[in-house]
């Protein structure tokens, strides 16, 4: 009796650890679509979507559409697709280990587009959101001065919160400057006192964590892709003028430099004319308009 029972124990161990391992239908026909979407593109891009809402993720999913599809995926899914895929190619293991180390669902993106172009536009597209109570993922600041609003209950949720505040002028003023640096603990009173004050320090949006260029093989981690436009473009005006001033000064002759050079060889040979007093078309006009000046000039001593 003992015996059966300890069969019928294993068997339904078994049955259990086999329907653990297995797939469902509906995950297989969401592999099958995840990687048909990936065979169609060349471009893929892996973006958190911690702290974003519904109607901005479908604003951006709108504002992308016939540029780029975006589908909401599980880490175990994406990691079944990149293992998959990794052995037809080589080039995918590398999304693969990254995958391992996802901790949550992300959104995924594939187009066609060039990716930085694309993270471009996720950069434009994000919204600020109050603090809730939890660990800060950024640093929050909040400026001494007046805040503009009248007295009240909102004196007693700033000192509760943590930010020395009092009255000036029958308005709430923040006395010192408050600062709660990336990892301290936001607490709910904190959370609502920068709520009254409508400090909003989340930015809700798609950050890509990773970016893979099916064309180039190339994949970029998070410190590549988020990059600053205006930053970049002004290091860019830097290194150019510092380029074009090294060619001017070792008088290499580039597309950029040669005109310089023409043009600074013109003013010396003029110069040089001017000194020489030698005619030509360039030089004789100013040689009259000087003529002329130095006359009036002899017109005007003679006449006193």
Same mark, same amino acid.
């Given at each position: 009796m003992k015996m059966a029972q300890q069969i019928q124990m294993r068997e339904v161990k078994v049955k259990e650890a086999k329907g653990r391992g297995a797939v469902s239908?509906?995950?297989? $026909?969401?592999?099958?679509?995840?990687?048909?979407?990936?065979? *169609?593109?060349?471009?893929?891009? %892996?973006? !958190?979507i911690?702290?974003?809402?519904?109607?901005?993720?479908?604003?951006? +999913? +709108?504002?992308? +559409?016939? +540029? $780029? /599809? %975006?589908?909401? /995926?599980?880490?175990?899914?994406?990691?079944?697709?990149?293992?998959?895929?990794?052995?037809?190619?080589?080039?995918y293991e590398?999304?693969?280990?990254?995958?391992?180390?996802?901790?949550?669902?992300?959104?995924?993106?594939?187009?066609?587009?060039?990716?930085?172009?694309?993270?471009?536009?996720? *950069?434009e597209k994000q919204e600020r959101k109050r603090a809730k109570s939890g660990i800060s993922k950024e640093e929050i600041i909040v400026e001494a001065g007046n805040t503009g609003l009248m007295p009240g209950p909102i004196l007693t949720e700033l000192a509760d919160g *943590?930010?020395?505040?009092?009255?000036?002028?029958?308005? /709430?003023?923040?006395?010192?400057?408050?600062?709660?640096?990336r990892g301290q603990m936001i607490t709910e009173a904190l959370s609502n006192a920068l709520a009254k004050l409508g400090v909003l320090p989340v930015i809700a949006k798609l950050a890509p964590v990773v970016a893979f260029d099916r064309n180039s093989g190339i994949l970029f981690t998070?410190?590549?892709?988020?990059?600053?436009?205006?930053?970049? %473009?002004?290091?860019?005006?830097?290194?150019? $003028?510092?380029?074009?001033n090294l060619a001017l000064e070792v008088k290499y002759p580039t597309r950029e430099s040669v005109p310089l050079f023409i043009q600074d060889a013109f003013h010396g040979a003029y110069f040089l004319v001017r000194?020489?007093?030698?005619?030509?078309?360039?030089?004789?006009?100013?040689?009259?308009?000087? $003529?002329? !000046?130095?006359? !009036?000039?002899? *017109?005007?001593?003679?006449?006193?």
């Amino acid at each position: 009796m003992k015996m059966a029972q300890q069969i019928q124990m294993r068997e339904v161990k078994v049955k259990e650890a086999k329907g653990r391992g297995a797939v469902s239908p509906l995950k297989k $026909a969401e592999l099958v679509s995840l990687s048909k979407t990936f065979a *169609g593109n060349s471009t893929f891009i %892996i973006a !958190s979507i911690n702290e974003m809402p519904a109607l901005l993720l479908q604003k951006i +999913r +709108r504002d992308l +559409r016939g +540029r $780029a /599809v %975006i589908k909401i /995926v599980k880490r175990r899914v994406l990691l079944k697709l990149f293992e998959q895929e990794a052995k037809k190619d080589k080039r995918y293991e590398q999304l693969t280990d990254f995958c391992k180390d996802l901790k949550e669902s992300c959104a995924a993106l594939f187009s066609n587009e060039d990716i930085f172009k694309l993270i471009k536009v996720l *950069g434009e597209k994000q919204e600020r959101k109050r603090a809730k109570s939890g660990i800060s993922k950024e640093e929050i600041i909040v400026e001494a001065g007046n805040t503009g609003l009248m007295p009240g209950p909102i004196l007693t949720e700033l000192a509760d919160g *943590g930010i020395k505040s009092g009255l000036e002028k029958g308005k /709430v003023v923040i006395k010192e400057r408050f600062v709660l640096k990336r990892g301290q603990m936001i607490t709910e009173a904190l959370s609502n006192a920068l709520a009254k004050l409508g400090v909003l320090p989340v930015i809700a949006k798609l950050a890509p964590v990773v970016a893979f260029d099916r064309n180039s093989g190339i994949l970029f981690t998070a410190e590549i892709l988020d990059i600053d436009a205006g930053k970049q %473009i002004e290091r860019f005006k830097s290194a150019y $003028a510092d380029a074009l001033n090294l060619a001017l000064e070792v008088k290499y002759p580039t597309r950029e430099s040669v005109p310089l050079f023409i043009q600074d060889a013109f003013h010396g040979a003029y110069f040089l004319v001017r000194e020489a007093k030698i005619v030509n078309k360039e030089s004789v006009k100013d040689m009259i308009a000087e $003529a002329y !000046s130095e006359a !009036s000039l002899l *017109g005007e001593k003679f006449k006193n």
